[in-house]
């Protein structure tokens, strides 16, 4: 880009010197030159915030990843932002058996719904990943959840339908697929559901 911003100002002041008296200064070289260095203070801030952002970026990524004091286990990672509400110590100890590919928290124990499980710390919600459906939905997965009394969704918007056809079309993951108008946006709920005595 600074290449660019240099080359037309060069192709600029040369056209504006051919056209000014020789020995005298055309004060729209001047002016021309005074704009050229204010377009590159510009993109040298640009670049530079640019830079921050990737490494704000890069710090996330390895925070999401790491697995933290705060992580559920090494397999199951909580995203910074998500606040870490207690959830079910018996959900809590089946999540701790998971040995599948590496899960993002996203949303954890939630007060705002009486009839949900995230108001009880029995369900979190994760990031749609598809590697991570996959094995949940693989008979060794099924197992798991079978065993621990777990429950998917692959939850989605009604009004954003498109975004699950993936797995609205597909006979292996179609069952497992719910959508709610309240929903904020396409991720995985895995809900703990204790069978009655």
């Not at 008296?21 to 377009?39: A, C, F």
């Not at 008979?139 to 429950?151: A, T, Y």
């Amino acid at each position: 880009m600074k290449n660019i911003i240099n080359m037309i100002s060069s192709i600029l002041l040369v056209t504006y010197l051919g056209m000014s008296t020789v020995g005298m200064i055309d004060p729209r070289i001047i002016e021309l030159k005074s704009q050229n260095e204010m377009l590159i203070a510009q993109l040298n801030c640009a670049e530079e915030e640019s830079n921050n952002y990737k490494n704000l970026l890069q710090e996330w990524s390895i925070n999401e990843l790491i697995a933290h004091k705060n992580a559920i286990t090494n397999r199951i990672t909580i995203l910074p932002y998500v606040k870490r509400k207690e959830i079910h110590q018996t959900f809590l100890k089946k999540l701790q058996t998971y040995s599948g590919p590496t899960m993002i928290v996203t949303s954890m124990t939630r007060e705002d719904n009486l009839h949900s499980n995230h108001h009880d710390g029995n369900a979190i919600d994760l990031r749609l990943d598809h590697e991570v459906v996959s094995y949940l939905c693989s008979r060794e997965g099924k197992e798991w959840m079978r065993e621990h009394s777990l429950r998917l969704l692959i939850e989605g918007n009604s009004n954003d339908k498109r975004s699950l056809s993936r797995y609205t079309k597909s006979r292996k993951y179609r069952k497992f697929v719910m959508l709610n108008p309240k929903a904020s946006g396409k991720h995985l709920h895995l809900a703990y559901k204790p069978k009655f005595e």
